[in-house]
């Protein structure tokens, strides 16, 4: 049953009590909601809480987390603002709902993907770690942000119609400058996920968080 907080409509799930205590929080792509990925995370970690915000932006009645200007091309300043206030609200959540925000890993798919890099970029100590399907590079970083050590799953399809390659690319440029530890997996598909991509995903979360 949905909840709401700062003006977040979100699910959140509590984790099994003697699990890994992380909590995923699932960034849904462009026209999902705060259901959608719910089954995904459940199968990608099992034992883990669950916070599903949906965006609060609307393109045309498509729940996204920030504007776009056109396909690929992003309102910054929209994408900063919306940024900073879902950080906030998984701070709020974290004291509603007593979960440990140490161990707090983003799930993201396509527009939900994009927010999880820019938070990555712009509040380096909020995730734990991050799975991107699908993610573009949100912004070029003034200053790198130091994600020393961060571990990060880079999901791309060679095929992707929406996400050209050198896109991706740079995107694990900035992350490895900024010193993630960065797990890039191509396949020859496109936008939308496959099995064996959502298998590698769990089992590198399984060894990520253990």
């Known amino acids: 049953m949905s909840a709401e907080i700062a003006g977040f409509v979100h699910n959140y799930l509590p984790g099994e009590r003697d699990g890994s205590g992380v909590t995923l929080l699932l960034l849904h792509g462009t026209g999902g ?13 099992p034992d883990a809480a ?17 504007r776009r200007l056109a396909e690929g091309v992003f309102d910054h300043e929209d994408l900063v ?6 950080a906030d609200f998984v701070s709020q959540a974290a004291d509603q709902y007593g979960f440990d925000s140490a161990k707090l890993v983003a799930v993201g798919y396509s527009n939900g993907a994009n927010i999880a890099a820019s938070l990555m970029l712009l509040h380096p100590n909020l995730l734990r770690a991050a799975v991107l399907f699908r993610a573009m590079v949100p912004f070029e970083p003034e200053e790198m942000p ?13 095929r992707d119609t929406m996400i050209p390659p050198d896109n991706t690319e740079r995107l694990a440029g900035i992350l490895r400058q900024a010193g993630a530890n960065l797990d890039l997996r191509w396949k020859n598909t496109g936008h939308p996920l496959t099995y064996e991509e959502l298998e590698e995903a769990r089992g590198w979360l399984t060894r990520t968080v253990q």
């Open 81 to 86: 603002f919306r940024t900073h206030e879902l």
């Open 33 to 45: 909601n705060e259901d959608d990925l719910i089954p995904l995370g459940q199968q990608l970690l």
């Open 146 to 158: 130091d994600l020393s050590g961060v571990p990060v799953f880079l999901a791309a399809g060679r």
């Open 50 to 66: 669950i916070l599903s915000p949906r965006g609060k932006v609307s393109e045309h009645g498509a729940p996204r987390f920030f």
